[in-house]
């Protein structure tokens, strides 16, 4: 047993079956006391079904688990926490109208008497925790007025109030700027140095290999690599991770930019919440060229492509496609005058979960003459058809087109947004994080289709929360803050340069504005 | 594709038996004898195994007569629950579709029945659609709730209908309590010939009141499978119904589709109630006062799943427990009220999904039918809403 001295984790033979599913199968996974263990593994590879057995939300069919050497049996979260480990779950469990002491209190509210939250003690314990780990936090703030970054601070504060030593964070950055992440891992590794163990669900790779001392890679319920983070680079891990070796940059030849598709000029739109989102962004976009977008999140993006896509009502300014004014245009009119639209979330807006892949292949498209009779009586035959091209075409890996889109894979999910969007060749595509959530795999076809389509002269916009993706894809870079386009920039401009232009600094010579005053980030 | 549809049976059925198991119980505990009682109640709904000398055919016969509306007006629930709206509304919408009917039956009472007959029928249905519209557009306007707005709407047309017969316009006379008869030409026929020389199965065939009505009714839930699966409105109603965003950014019109439901919907039902004027009363009586068709069509329509086959299947057990109620009092001595305790344990054995519940208690019997809920819509201070884990 001298051997397990040194682990905080020990899970053996860990077997679960879930209904179709082997999720896990004789999984042995340790991390050592103290240090950061990433574990990397595609969507539905099994890294969350582990995880979730280890915080006692799924019984294993099979397996034994030791904490600290020691044998355990974890019925439950209530176990698992009593045991010293917390998760941090990619969606956060906040309550957005509680303070940010009340959220971290909860269930576990210092009382003076029966149902009366102490105040003055929940905050000497909130200010103890935060001073020994450096994270710094408002535990009057009201939660839901505190950016992302932030809310998964208090998030993490939450877990370590509840006495955590060994922490498990589930994506952490997914929601996060760089600027966010770079903060996160600085705390990560000062809670390192204060004696606790974490556990790093990511598939970014960079991340893993930049805060992660060891990696363990999953695929397909399996364990296929116990790598050392300092021995490995991200090739290694992305084979092990998709079983083939692929292509992590993208391919692509330098681009012939046609015409002016798009003319943006000083477009202006409301947030869901009413207040300006969109203050003035100009813009042109080019035939055969793909524009990124790059900003934090929150600055417009969004905004921005639904009103380009017709979802969104413009408060001023004009776009023109061709010369054609389309401002004012719903979402019909413009599909019909060949503007696709790959919106960001695909599970909320891009599908309709328990249709069938072939009825989301049709989504919007209804009552085209292609697919219906006097755009009443649905062709069902054209319909099949063009879903099983699409399905041909796409790469989209589903037993059959009549599955519900709710049971595939986030990246064949994605791939039905994406080959519904570019399968009618369109003029325009708006591609709203166009890979967000999706495995590498999927990342590396979606991305070589959204080239394709530039090739074949169509005009692409992209926004994208990954800096990497931006500079990447695009042929040129518009950096996007509080609504306008202030500067646009070569793809390889330093990261470190956009960073600055993306949170309002640095000057921008191209478009000689200098962004809006400093009113802070709009909630 | 055996299993999904067992698995798929499960649910009904079992709710169904679980509240006859109940129903049986109750029977008990009051001193009845439950399989006399189930007898009486099987003899009365489907004319099989009368010992009280009930002749089978008319028994069958007034058990069509309950069907017919109750699958129209199922319709008329289970059409806008596809679009992810609860129309209690369906009672008063089938009310003014009779009122509708009769006011114009009687207006023209004159005219023959190839022009009367389907002006009565398509008067209803577009005095139910009006009816439903009102909810639609107040929901798609102002956002009112149809919940509300539909109950609302159904003790509007209840004391509107009382008004137009006692004292008001369509009064037959003065101290009555009903409208008089619509015209000939705006009855529908019944099925078998209206001929007291022709006996059938010992009786005279004037006494089987089952009527076309019942092809229109079928026509109906025909209709209903189409428009639903085959055709775009259909398609937009479904996408409406399980993601209004997702809805919203294909361009289609969230507004106008619930408004166009909410018309259709309020047709079903208003054609109900054309059809037991026109098939059935041949006037408003103070029958209507208390007709519960429209509410039984909730049931149904839930019972039915919401398919135009589960409905019918639905209709025709309510329909045969409506029939059979008397029977039981009269042959087994339980109070006909059984009957509505019966009705009442069903939907309330699907809407707490027992069934799912003792299915996920027993091992062996697999995980319940019903899939857990989507994860809710994130807490809105989150700025994605992105997929939720896909592993398991």
Same mark, same amino acid.
């Given at each position: 047993?001298?051997?397990?001295?040194?682990?905080?984790?020990?899970?053996? =033979?860990?077997?679960?079956?879930?209904?179709?599913?082997?999720?896990?199968? !004789?999984?042995?996974?340790?991390?050592?006391?103290?240090?950061?263990?990433?574990?990397?593994?595609?969507?539905?590879?099994?890294?969350? +079904?582990?995880?979730?057995?280890?915080?006692?939300?799924?019984?294993?069919?099979?397996?034994?688990?030791?904490?600290?050497?020691?044998?355990?049996?974890?019925?439950?979260?209530?176990? $698992?926490?009593?045991?010293?480990?917390?998760?941090?779950?990619?969606?956060?469990?906040?309550?957005?109208?509680?303070?940010?002491? !009340?959220?971290?209190?909860?269930?576990?509210?210092?009382? #003076? =008497?029966?149902?009366?939250?102490?105040?003055?003690?929940?905050?000497?314990?909130?200010?103890?925790?935060?001073?020994?780990?450096?994270?710094?936090?408002?535990?009057?703030?009201?939660?839901?007025?505190?950016?992302?970054?932030?809310?998964?601070?208090? !998030?993490?504060?939450?877990?370590?109030?509840?006495?955590?030593?060994?922490?498990?964070?589930?994506?952490?950055?997914?929601?996060?700027?760089?600027?966010?992440?770079?903060?996160?891992?600085?705390?990560?590794?000062?809670?390192?140095?204060?004696?606790?163990?974490?556990?790093?669900?990511?598939?970014?790779?960079?991340?893993?290999?930049?805060?992660?001392?060891?990696?363990?890679?999953?695929?397909?319920?399996?364990? @296929?690599?116990?790598?050392?983070?300092?021995?490995?680079?991200?090739?290694?891990?992305?084979?092990?991770?998709?079983?083939?070796?692929?292509?992590?940059? @993208?391919?692509?030849?330098? $681009?012939?930019?046609?015409?002016?598709?798009?003319?943006?000029?000083?477009?202006?739109?409301?947030?869901?919440?009413?207040?300006?989102?969109?203050?003035?962004?100009?813009?042109?976009?080019?035939?055969?060229?793909?524009?990124?977008?790059? =900003?934090?999140?929150?600055?417009?993006?969004?905004?921005?492509?639904?009103?380009?896509?017709?979802?969104?009502?413009?408060?001023?300014?004009?776009?023109?496609?061709?010369?054609?004014?389309?401002?004012?245009?719903?979402?019909? +009119?413009?599909?019909?005058?060949?503007?696709?639209?790959?919106? !960001?979330?695909?599970?909320?807006?891009?599908?309709?979960?328990?249709?069938?892949?072939?009825?989301?292949?049709?989504?919007?498209?209804?009552?085209?003459? +292609?697919?219906?009779?006097?755009?009443?009586?649905?062709?069902?035959?054209?319909?099949?058809?063009?879903?099983?091209?699409?399905?041909?075409?796409?790469?989209?890996?589903?037993?059959?087109?009549? @599955? $519900? @889109?709710?049971?595939?894979?986030?990246?064949?999910?994605?791939?039905?947004?994406?080959?519904?969007?570019?399968?009618?060749?369109?003029?325009?595509?708006?591609?709203?994080?166009?890979?967000?959530?999706?495995?590498?795999?999927?990342?590396?076809?979606?991305?070589?289709?959204?080239?394709?389509?530039?090739?074949?002269? $169509?005009?692409?916009?992209?926004?994208?929360?990954?800096?990497?993706?931006?500079?990447?894809?695009?042929?040129?870079?518009?950096?996007?803050?509080?609504?306008?386009?202030?500067?646009?920039?070569?793809?390889?401009?330093?990261?470190?340069?956009?960073?600055?232009?993306? #949170?309002?600094?640095?000057?921008?010579?191209?478009?000689?504005?200098?962004?809006?005053?400093?009113?802070?980030?709009?909630? | 594709?055996?299993?999904?549809?067992?698995?798929?049976?499960?649910?009904?059925?079992?709710?169904?038996?679980?509240?006859?198991?109940?129903?049986?119980?109750?029977?008990?505990?009051?001193?009845?004898?439950?399989?006399?009682?189930?007898?009486?109640?099987?003899?009365?709904?489907?004319?099989?195994?009368?010992?009280?000398?009930?002749?089978?055919?008319?028994?069958?016969?007034?058990?069509?007569?309950?069907?017919?509306?109750?699958?129209?007006?199922?319709?008329?629930?289970?059409?806008?629950?596809?679009?992810?709206?609860?129309?209690?509304?369906?009672?008063?919408?089938?009310?003014?579709?009779?009122?509708?009917?009769?006011?114009?039956?009687?207006?023209?009472?004159?005219?023959?029945?190839?022009?009367?007959?389907?002006?009565?029928?398509?008067?209803?249905?577009?005095?139910?659609?009006?009816?439903?519209?009102?909810?639609?557009?107040?929901?798609?306007?102002?956002?009112?709730?149809?919940?509300?707005?539909?109950?609302?709407?159904?003790?509007?047309?209840?004391?509107?209908?009382?008004?137009?017969?006692?004292?008001?316009?369509?009064?037959?006379?003065?101290?009555?309590?009903?409208?008089?008869?619509?015209?000939?030409?705006?009855?529908?026929?019944?099925?078998?010939?209206?001929?007291?020389?022709?006996?059938?199965?010992?009786?005279?065939?004037?006494?089987?009141?089952?009527?076309?009505?019942?092809?229109? &009714?079928?026509?109906?839930?025909?209709?209903? &499978?189409?428009?639903?699966?085959?055709?775009?409105?259909?398609?937009?109603?479904?996408?409406?119904?399980?993601?209004?965003?997702?809805?919203?950014?294909?361009?289609?019109?969230?507004?106008?589709?619930?408004?166009?439901?909410?018309?259709?919907?309020?047709?079903?039902?208003?054609?109900?109630?054309?059809?037991?004027?026109?098939?059935?009363?041949?006037?408003?009586?103070?029958?209507?006062?208390?007709?519960?068709?429209?509410?039984?069509?909730?049931?149904?329509?839930?019972?039915?799943?919401?398919?135009?086959?589960?409905?019918?299947?639905?209709?025709?057990?309510?329909?045969?427990?409506?029939?059979?109620?008397?029977?039981?009092? &009269?042959?087994?001595?339980?109070?006909?009220?059984?009957?509505?305790?019966?009705?009442?344990?069903?939907?309330?054995?699907?809407?707490?999904?027992?069934?799912?519940?003792?299915?996920?208690?027993?091992?062996?019997?697999?995980?319940?039918?019903?899939?857990?809920?989507?994860?809710?819509?994130?807490?809105?201070?989150?700025?994605?809403?992105?997929?939720?884990?896909?592993?398991?």
């Amino acid at each position: 047993m001298n051997e397990q001295a040194g682990l905080a984790v020990e899970m053996r =033979g860990i077997t679960k079956q879930f209904p179709g599913v082997l999720a896990n199968n !004789e999984v042995d996974f340790s991390v050592r006391r103290g240090e950061i263990h990433a574990l990397v593994g595609e969507n539905g590879a099994g890294k969350s +079904t582990l995880m979730n057995i280890l915080y006692g939300l799924v019984h294993p069919d099979s397996g034994e688990i030791l904490i600290n050497g020691k044998t355990v049996q974890i019925a439950g979260p209530r176990d $698992a926490i009593g045991l010293g480990i917390g998760m941090v779950h990619q969606h956060f469990m906040l309550i957005p109208v509680f303070s940010v002491g !009340e959220n971290i209190m909860l269930g576990r509210e210092p009382a #003076t =008497g029966p149902d009366f939250y102490d105040r003055a003690r929940a905050r000497k314990a909130i200010a103890e925790l935060t001073k020994r780990y450096g994270l710094a936090l408002d535990p009057d703030a009201r939660m839901g007025d505190l950016p992302v970054g932030l809310q998964q601070r208090a !998030e993490i504060v939450k877990v370590l109030y509840r006495g955590a030593d060994i922490l498990i964070l589930d994506e952490p950055t997914g929601v996060l700027t760089p600027q966010e992440s770079k903060d996160l891992f600085a705390v990560l590794r000062d809670l390192v140095k204060g004696g606790k163990t974490i556990i790093f669900i990511s598939h970014k790779l960079k991340e893993v290999l930049e805060i992660s001392d060891r990696i363990t890679v999953m695929r397909r319920g399996k364990v @296929v690599g116990h790598l050392i983070t300092k021995d490995t680079n991200e090739e290694e891990i992305a084979t092990l991770m998709v079983g083939r070796a692929v292509l992590l940059r @993208v391919d692509k030849s330098p $681009a012939k930019p046609g015409g002016v598709a798009l003319a943006v000029e000083n477009l202006t739109a409301n947030s869901d919440q009413s207040v300006p989102a969109l203050k003035g962004a100009s813009f042109e976009l080019r035939y055969g060229e793909i524009l990124g977008i790059a =900003g934090v999140e929150g600055n417009g993006q969004s905004e921005l492509m639904e009103v380009l896509a017709g979802t969104r009502r413009a408060t001023g300014g004009q776009v023109l496609l061709a010369g054609r004014d389309i401002t004012t245009m719903d979402a019909n +009119t413009e599909r019909d005058a060949g503007v696709a639209f790959i919106p !960001e979330d695909r599970r909320g807006t891009g599908l309709v979960l328990s249709f069938s892949i072939a009825e989301n292949s049709i989504l919007g498209r209804e009552r085209t003459p +292609t697919f219906s009779w006097r755009h009443f009586v649905l062709n069902l035959i054209a319909i099949r058809n063009w879903a099983l091209k699409l399905v041909k075409e796409f790469d989209i890996r589903t037993p059959s087109i009549e @599955v $519900a @889109v709710r049971n595939l894979s986030g990246g064949n999910q994605q791939k039905v947004i994406v080959a519904r969007e570019i399968g009618t060749n369109p003029k325009v595509l708006l591609a709203a994080q166009p890979t967000r959530g999706v495995d590498i795999g999927a990342i590396e076809f979606i991305h070589r289709q959204i080239v394709r389509e530039r090739d074949n002269g $169509a005009a692409v916009l992209l926004v994208s929360a990954e800096l990497d993706e931006v500079r990447s894809l695009s042929d040129r870079v518009a950096v996007m803050y509080e609504g306008r386009i202030v500067s646009i920039e070569p793809p390889d401009t330093p990261e470190e340069r956009l960073g600055l232009l993306m #949170t309002g600094g640095g000057s921008s010579p191209s478009m000689g504005r200098r962004p809006a005053g400093p009113e802070g980030l709009e909630a | 594709m055996v299993r999904r549809l067992t698995t798929g049976l499960a649910m009904p059925l079992g709710s169904v038996l679980l509240a006859f198991v109940l129903g049986g119980l109750i029977v008990a505990a009051t001193g009845g004898n439950p399989f006399s009682a189930y007898a009486a109640l099987v003899c009365g709904g489907f004319g099989i195994g009368c010992a009280g000398g009930e002749n089978p055919g008319l028994q069958i016969s007034n058990t069509i007569v309950f069907v017919i509306p109750l699958i129209t007006a199922g319709i008329a629930v289970a059409l806008p629950f596809r679009a992810g709206l609860f129309n209690i509304g369906a009672e008063g919408q089938l009310l003014a579709g009779s009122i509708a009917c009769t006011a114009i039956g009687i207006k023209f009472s004159s005219l023959p029945s190839p022009i009367l007959l389907p002006m009565v029928l398509v008067g209803g249905m577009v005095g139910g659609a009006l009816w439903a519209g009102v909810a639609g557009v107040l929901k798609a306007t102002i956002g009112a709730h149809e919940v509300v707005t539909t109950i609302m709407m159904n003790y509007i047309a209840q004391w509107f209908l009382r008004y137009l017969i006692v004292g008001g316009p369509l009064q037959l006379a003065p101290g009555t309590s009903k409208s008089s008869p619509i015209g000939a030409g705006a009855r529908l026929a019944t099925l078998l010939p209206n001929d007291n020389s022709l006996i059938i199965l010992g009786l005279p065939s004037s006494v089987f009141r089952v009527h076309t009505g019942l092809l229109i &009714a079928l026509a109906a839930a025909a209709g209903f &499978a189409f428009l639903l699966w085959r055709t775009s409105l259909g398609y937009e109603i479904r996408a409406v119904g399980q993601s209004q965003k997702a809805a919203r950014y294909a361009g289609i019109s969230v507004r106008r589709t619930i408004i166009v439901t909410m018309l259709i919907a309020g047709g079903f039902a208003g054609l109900a109630g054309a059809i037991e004027i026109a098939g059935v009363d041949h006037n408003l009586t103070d029958k209507y006062f208390s007709d519960t068709t429209g509410f039984d069509a909730i049931a149904v329509a839930l019972l039915g799943l919401g398919s135009a086959v589960g409905i019918v299947l639905a209709a025709i057990l309510f329909g045969a427990l409506h029939a059979g109620g008397s029977v039981m009092q &009269a042959d087994a001595g339980i109070s006909g009220n059984l009957v509505f305790i019966l009705q009442a344990l069903i939907l309330f054995s699907i809407a707490a999904n027992f069934v799912g519940a003792i299915r996920q208690r027993i091992p062996g019997l697999g995980r319940p039918t019903a899939l857990p809920p989507d994860l809710p819509p994130a807490a809105p201070m989150m700025t994605e809403a992105a997929a939720p884990p896909t592993e398991a």
